[in-house]
C-alpha cells in the first residue's frame, strides 16, 4: 500500500535552505515513506510540546530531522519540518505549524 506524500507550505522554504546535497538524501529518505509510513520513531513530549502522534526520521548522520506525521485513514504522510535539531528549534516550528501551543 502506497501513502501519498503531502507537505506543509512552510516545508519547501525549509528544503530550499538546505545545501542541494543533503536536500537530495532528505527528499530520497521522505519518498520511502511512502512505502514505509513509519520508518521514523515516534515523538513525545519535546521542547515543552505534546508531539505524541508524529514521527522524526534522521538525515545526515543525524544532523537533520524530518518530522512528520502519518494519517492512515487518508493514506497519507504529511511532511510538517525539516531542519537542524539543534537547541530542539526543529521540534518547536513543528509544534507551531501543527497548531500546537508552546
Given at each position: 500500500m502506497t501513502y501519498e506524500i503531502r507537505?506543509?507550505?512552510e516545508v519547501y522554504a525549509d528544503l530550499k535552505?538546505?545545501?542541494k546535497g543533503v536536500r537530495s538524501r532528505?527528499?530520497?529518505k521522505i519518498g520511502q515513506l511512502a512505502e514505509k509510513p513509519l520508518l521514523g520513531k515516534p515523538l513525545g513530549n519535546k521542547a515543552g510540546l505534546d508531539l505524541t502522534g508524529y514521527r522524526k526520521l534522521y538525515?545526515?548522520?543525524r544532523r537533520i530531522r524530518i518530522v512528520y506525521t502519518v494519517e492512515d485513514k487518508l493514506l497519507c504522510?504529511?511532511?510538517v519540518a525539516v531542519g537542524k535539531r539543534e537547541n530542539l528549534k526543529i521540534y518547536k516550528i513543528a509544534g507551531q505549524r501543527a497548531g500546537?501551543?508552546?
Open positions: 507537505y506543509h507550505p535552505s538546505l545545501d532528505v527528499l530520497k538525515v545526515d548522520k504522510v504529511m511532511v500546537l501551543d508552546g
